[in-house]
Structure formats: structure tokens, C-alpha cells
């Protein structure tokens, strides 16, 4: 067995492997860029090394940089994890070259499945079925426009080396085809380096299931049952689960065979997914195969009991697989939420920067927490903007969803905007519980959902927020009073004597579009009268990790209740809202500010300026295109106007909040 490991990769899949490491006694390495100076991954592994710049080709995609390091430190094997250099067969190759283990399948198997044309072709020889289409050589515009009449409307433009829901587009018409054939060319050069693309039939209302697999070096192939992916957002998973609640004992049985089939069919050693589109009729086709561990792989471990790092590893040290097909254990059900640093309200952009407060539930054997942060990190816009992934275990799949919900309500982040109200929105949804989704779901439904996001705020909810900001006063001035020479006097008593006899007060709180909600209170000891149409006396204890009990009307509810400057998150019944304290006698002079500059909404590079100083714009005019974490965002003109300045060029790095143009003043 191997006695060191090098983890070339950061975020929670590198604290996921170290945890791995840990039970199996092997020294772990980690390695971080600038950026993750200060990593939790970096904290957790028994060594780590500093292996370049921030930007990942600058340091995590550094393969020579990497090998080197592991040649020094005398590294057995490396575990790539998922994204950077998981599926590059060169550093594969050239980890074999170096005499270290890769720890993952041959050069050739990530060879074969790279190009999702070429692996198409591979399963049809196998006999599982793929998506009709065409996936040949010709790649003459002319050709591909009689192709794609063949396989008819609408019909999938997929970029063969394509990856991350990016390189994709949907044609509805043969008209719109050649123009939309540019643009997936287009980025599939930019992203991947090769603008080669198949055709493929859209499935309408497909689901997306995909199948773990596992191979060893004995011919040894298993698969670890399915997960169901189908609820994503810009072809990108956001809730999975196992078992798909769609699958029938028919259809699951063949789907599984033909997992394992592919695994064969290329002699393949180590951990793999098969991926799958599935019909409204379950009829099932094959999509592509990941070469690597998958994000989503958890829920397979919920359910089977079993570690997929450690059966990686030893199938990487030559061991055999350590279960036959019908030794793999399946009990309960098993959700995935991925937590994301980003806007679900402004098309899910990525949000950066530091997580001022980041508290998660207390982990057990049925919720998993996955991530890579703690608080006081940042996002930054270098990596995935993931956060954490809650996992979660119970006896069935309605049980395992109320424990979600419970993870959920019981996650609280400040710092940056995040999905965990669009979350909670999701698995609570009829559609969700009853199971009518498809991968399109999201997008189709995106302004119902987000509107259902926009619950009432309860009553309960202000009491506790009014409640959590007395107690805090109470707390400062007990502290001030302990420093004060004469702590013995009336004006740091905290049980509510003040001297003009009364001390009835009204906080003022926003939420959402409601500005100033006026609460009046009267403290009395423990108790808080609350002026509301009758008088409501509340009491209050306060319990430990930000959490606050309130006895109203008789019944004790618990909340937690999160402040961040005038900022506070309120988590009751497994749902968070968001208040505002104001203070009414301060102007708010944000909004004139930000009408009349375009400030930068995150960090990243300028990718165009469209504008000159003094030319004439008029609302809705593009101004500027910004890119961070891959993704494009067009600033508008929010007014007709007069462009008084341009701060910044073009390829220009900017912060968030950075003034990029400010008009001139209006007559
Ligand atoms: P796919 O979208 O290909 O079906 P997954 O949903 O499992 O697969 O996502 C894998 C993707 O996760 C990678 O392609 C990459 O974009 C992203 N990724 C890379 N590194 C990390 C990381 N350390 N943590 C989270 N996500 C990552
Ligand atoms: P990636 O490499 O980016 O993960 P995939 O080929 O796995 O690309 O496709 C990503 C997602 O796009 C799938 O999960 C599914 O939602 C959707 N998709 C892919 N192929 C089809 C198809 N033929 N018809 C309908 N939807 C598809
Ligand atoms: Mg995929």
C-alpha cells in the first residue's frame, strides 16, 4: 500500500481525500496557490507545499511543477480529484513516466471517453444505446447541416471535448443552425482548444441518471447503483440523490448492465460514471462517461456504506475490488445539495468574497458536510464558486428530505449571496416531493420559483430578530458595566428601570420591498412585552451556536438569528429570511450612488468597453462586458444618458464595486 499521497487539487474534494488518508494511515500532501495560503485543505494534510499564483494555470494545472514536487517528497501516488488535471491523459501518462501512481484509470480509458464522439461510437460497438445523432469526422459546415436536418428539430449541439454544461446549445429550427454552429465552435475553442462538436437529439423532458462504476485490474467490473441528477441549473447538477425515485426495477436492472458493459468494453480500473439521459418513456441512452470521481459521489457512499477514496486507492495499488455485484449494499435514501456562493435572483451569477460568518449544522451519521471553507475565507473568483455540499441519510426518501431541509435551515451564511433560500425552496416544492422534474425544470420554472422564494415574513420571525438585538444591548452594556468605575449604577441596569420610569422602544426592521416595520417593545427581565394589536409577553433564553429560544403564546419555538453589522439571518422552521435593522433617522444614500455609476457587480476581467467618454447611451445599451469564473455578464445602461467617464480598459482586473463608468449629471 502507498505510505504518501499528493493531493493535486484544493476546495472540499482535497479535504474529502485527507479524510480518507487519515483512516487508511497514509501520510497526505496537500498543495495550495496564493490564494489558499491560509485552506482548509491546507490545515488538514499532514504536509502541503506552495506550487504557484492563484490562477489555476499558474499553480493547480502546473503538471510538470506537480510531478516534480512528488519526485522530491517521495509521493507513491496522486489523487487529482474532480475538475483541474482529473481527466488529463497526458499527466496521467506522464505520471507513469515518472514512476508514481496515478490514482485513476489508464491514459488510454481517459483517451477513449475523452471526446464524447469517440466514446459514442466506442458504447455502440458495446451495444449500449446512445443518443441518435451524428458523431463522424466530417466536420465541413455544409456536411453537419445536412446531418442535422437528418436527425431532425430540435436537435443538441455538443462540442465533443465539451464539459461543465459548457460548449452546448439547443436548435429549435434548421435556419437558426448555422449561426448557433458558430458560437458553439466559438467557445468550445476558447474553453477546451478544440472546436470539433456532434449532434445529437434533444430528448424533451429527459432525466439525467448516471451510474458509479468501479473496475480493478482482475477484470473485476461492479456498479454502485444510479443517482439521480436531474435538477440543474445551466446543465449543472445542484440537488442528486439515490435511488432516482423515477427508475422502475426493469428499467434500473438494464441500465446497470449496460454501466457495467461500458466499464468492460475498455477494460477500465478505478472509479467512473456512466451518465445517462433518460426518456419521459425510460427509454435510456448514454451520454458520457467521467473518468474520475464525481462531485455527487457521496450519496453513493450514504447508501452503500462503503468509502469510493479508499476503493480508488486500492484499485490503484493493484488491489481487488473489494465487493462482488451482489455483495454491494444498498439501504435508505441519500440527498446532495451543493451550496454555492451565488445570485439564483441575477441568473445564478457566482458572488465572491469573504464569508464574514459561516455556521453549519453538527455533523452525525445521517448529514454529511462536505467543504473546503471555514469562516473568515473567501471566495475568490479563481475557483468554483461551491461553498459546501450537504449530504444527507434516512430510512427513505421523505425522511432523508425532512433531514435536507433540516441541514438546510440550519446552515447560515453572511458575506456573499448564496442558493440556500432557492434550497429550501426546491425541497420543498410539490414538484420536487412528488417527483415531476426534468434537467429542464429550473429553467423553465425559474420565475415561479423564484417568486415562491419570497415567503411572508412570520410575525414569530421579527419577534426573535427584536429579541436577539435587545439581548445584545443587554450584553454590551453588562460589558461596559464591568469596566466602568461605578457598575453598580442605574444606567447599566439591563432588567428595563430606566429613569423616566418607562422603557417601551421601537426598533425598525426592511424585509424584502417592506421598509420600516416598526416593532414596540417593553422589556421587562426576562419577559418582552410586545405592543402588537394586544400585548404579546414573550420570554427568551438564549442557547448556544447563535441559537435562541422564544416562549410564545404559551409554546417555545427556536430560531437562529445571525447579525452582521445591520444585517441579520433568521432560521426558523427550516427557512431563513432576511432583515434589514434600520436606523430611520439616516438617509440612505446608496441608491443615488448607485444610479448614476456602473460600479462592477463582482471581480473579474473587462472583457469589452462599448462605450467612450461623452458618447450618448440609451437605457438597456450594453456598456460593458465583464467575465469572472468563466461566465460573461453585460453591464447596461440603466437610463438614457451622457457618458461623463471610463475609468477602465479593456482586459483590465477589477475588483467588485469598483466605479466603472459614471454618466454625466442630468439636466
Ligand atoms: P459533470 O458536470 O461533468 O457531470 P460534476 O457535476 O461531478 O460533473 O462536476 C465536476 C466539475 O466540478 C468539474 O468539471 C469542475 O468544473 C468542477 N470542480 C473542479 N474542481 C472542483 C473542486 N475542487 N470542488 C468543486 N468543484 C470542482
Ligand atoms: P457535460 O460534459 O457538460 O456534463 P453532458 O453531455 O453530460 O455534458 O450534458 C450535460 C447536461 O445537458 C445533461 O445532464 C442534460 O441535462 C443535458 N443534455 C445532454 N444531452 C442531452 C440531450 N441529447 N437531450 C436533452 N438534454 C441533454
Ligand atoms: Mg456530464
Redesign the pocket.
Known amino acids: 500500500m502507498f505510505k504518501k499521497i499528493l493531493i493535486a487539487?484544493?476546495?472540499?474534494?482535497?479535504c474529502r481525500v485527507i479524510s480518507t488518508l487519515k483512516k487508511m494511515g497514509i501520510t497526505s500532501v496537500a498543495v495550495y496557490s496564493d490564494a489558499d495560503r491560509h485552506a482548509r485543505h491546507v490545515t488538514l494534510a499532514d504536509e502541503a507545499y506552495y506550487i504557484g499564483a492563484s490562477r489555476p494555470d499558474e499553480s493547480y494545472l502546473k503538471a510538470d511543477d506537480l510531478l516534480a514536487l512528488a519526485k522530491k517528497k517521495n509521493i507513491d501516488a496522486i489523487h487529482s480529484?474532480?475538475?483541474?488535471l482529473s481527466e488529463n491523459s497526458h499527466f496521467a501518462r506522464a505520471c507513469l513516466e515518472a514512476k508514481i501512481t496515478f490514482i485513476g484509470p489508464s491514459a488510454d480509458c481517459i483517451e477513449k471517453m475523452g471526446a464524447k464522439d469517440a466514446a459514442k461510437a466506442l458504447m455502440e460497438a458495446a451495444n449500449v444505446p446512445v443518443v441518435p445523432g451524428y458523431h463522424g469526422e466530417n466536420q465541413a459546415p455544409e456536411h453537419l447541416q445536412k446531418q442535422a436536418e437528418k436527425v431532425g428539430f430540435p436537435l443538441l449541439i455538443k462540442a465533443v471535448s465539451g464539459?461543465?454544461?459548457k460548449g452546448m446549445r439547443v436548435v429549435n429550427k434548421a435556419a437558426e443552425f448555422a449561426k448557433l454552429l458558430d458560437s458553439v465552435k466559438r467557445e468550445a475553442m476558447n474553453a477546451f482548444a478544440d472546436d470539433r462538436v456532434l449532434l445529437e437529439r434533444y430528448i424533451s423532458k429527459p432525466r439525467h441518471i448516471e451510474f458509479q462504476i468501479f473496475g480493478d485490474c482482475h477484470e473485476n467490473y461492479v456498479h454502485l447503483h444510479e443517482r439521480e441528477c436531474s435538477l440543474q441549473r445551466r446543465h449543472?447538477?445542484i440537488i442528486e440523490e439515490t435511488p432516482s425515485p423515477f427508475l422502475d426495477e426493469k428499467t434500473r436492472q438494464a441500465m446497470g448492465i449496460a454501466a457495467v458493459n461500458a466499464a468492460r468494453a475498455i477494460r477500465y480500473s478505478g472509479a467512473g460514471t456512466i451518465?445517462f439521459i433518460v426518456g419521459e418513456d425510460r427509454s435510456f441512452y448514454f451520454m458520457e462517461m467521467?473518468t474520475r470521481l464525481?462531485?455527487?459521489h457521496p450519496v453513493t457512499e450514504m447508501v452503500s456504506g462503503q468509502d469510493m477514496v479508499e476503493w480508488q486507492i486500492r484499485v490503484a495499488a493493484g488491489q481487488a475490488l473489494p465487493l462482488k455485484q451482489e455483495q454491494i449494499p444498498r439501504t435508505g435514501h441519500s440527498f446532495e445539495a451543493r451550496l454555492y456562493a451565488e445570485n439564483p435572483n441575477n441568473q445564478f451569477l457566482p458572488s465572491t468574497g469573504k464569508l464574514q460568518h459561516l455556521r453549519f449544522p453538527t455533523s452525525d451519521k445521517n448529514l454529511r458536510i462536505e467543504t473546503?471553507v471555514e469562516q473568515g475565507d473567501s471566495i475568490s473568483v479563481f475557483y468554483?464558486p461551491?461553498i459546501a455540499k450537504l449530504v444527507v441519510w434516512g430510512e427513505d426518501r421523505e425522511t432523508a428530505r425532512e433531514r435536507l431541509l433540516n441541514a438546510l435551515g440550519e446552515t447560515g451564511i453572511f458575506g456573499v449571496e448564496n442558493n440556500i433560500a432557492f434550497l429550501e425552496t426546491l425541497a420543498t416544492h410539490p414538484d420536487f416531493i412528488e417527483n415531476k422534474i426534468d434537467t429542464q425544470y429550473i429553467d423553465k420554472k425559474l420565475n415561479r420559483l423564484l417568486a415562491d422564494s419570497e415567503v411572508e415574513l412570520p410575525d414569530n420571525v421579527l419577534l426573535a430578530a427584536t429579541v436577539k438585538r435587545l439581548l445584545e444591548g443587554k450584553q454590551l452594556v453588562k460589558e461596559m458595566a464591568a469596566t466602568s468605575v461605578d457598575g453598580n449604577s442605574p444606567w447599566f441596569d439591563t432588567t428595563g428601570w430606566r429613569p423616566n420610569g418607562q422603557s417601551q422602544r421601537s426598533l425598525f426592521f426592511s424585509y424584502e420591498e417592506t421598509d420600516e416595520i416598526e416593532v414596540k417593545v417593553t422589556e421587562n427581565d426576562e419577559h418582552f412585552i410586545f405592543h402588537l394589536d394586544d400585548d404579546l409577553d414573550v420570554i427568551a433564553e438564549s442557547l448556544a451556536n447563535d441559537a435562541i429560544r422564544l416562549q410564545i403564546n404559551g409554546s417555545w419555538e427556536r430560531f437562529i438569528v445571525l447579525r452582521h453589522e445591520t444585517s441579520l439571518l433568521i432560521s426558523w422552521k427550516n427557512r431563513w429570511y432576511a432583515l434589514t435593522e434600520m436606523n430611520p433617522f439616516e438617509p440612505d444614500l446608496s441608491i443615488m450612488s448607485a444610479n448614476s455609476n456602473i460600479i462592477a457587480p463582482m471581480p473579474g476581467k473587462l472583457l469589452k468597453i462599448l462605450v467612450n467618454n461623452a458618447d450618448t447611451v440609451s437605457e438597456g445599451q450594453p456598456l460593458a462586458i465583464i467575465e469572472a469564473m468563466k461566465m460573461e455578464h453585460t453591464l447596461n445602461a440603466p437610463f438614457d444618458g451622457e457618458i461623463d467617464q471610463v475609468f477602465y480598459s479593456e482586459d483590465d482586473f477589477v475588483e467588485a464595486d469598483a466605479t466603472l463608468i459614471t454618466f454625466k449629471e442630468q439636466a
Open positions: 487539487n484544493r476546495g472540499e474534494i482535497a480529484g474532480y475538475g483541474f464539459g461543465g454544461g449543472q447538477k451518465e467521467n464525481q462531485v455527487e473546503g468554483d461551491m
